[in-house]
């Protein structure tokens, strides 16, 4: 249990960045869902399309800090090279 109020303080605020960084986890999640999801449907326009958005909300869930800008780096490289492969 935190004593001084500084420690009573950061273990509050420590509970609300981890709910809020809980839900930006969850959005990118579903992003990298929402490409995979178009990528097995077949259409590569429609993939490019939900790509570009989700390209969107995965760097900005980096440059918060939620994960590290190479994991970013990575999951959109490759889902680009998935939806190039496509015919």
């Known amino acids: 249990m935190a004593n001084s109020a500084q420690a009573r303080k950061r273990a509050r605020t420590a509970l609300k960045q981890r709910a809020h960084n809980a839900s930006l986890r969850t959005a990118f999640r579903t992003a990298v869902k929402k490409v995979l999801k178009a990528v097995e449907a077949g259409d590569k326009a429609a993939a490019k399309v939900v790509f570009h958005t989700s390209e969107k909300v995965i760097d900005r869930i980096a440059d918060k800090g939620v994960f590290h800008k190479n994991k970013a780096a990575r999951h959109k490289s ?6 190039k492969a496509m015919a």
């Open 78 to 83: 490759r889902l680009s090279a998935q939806i």
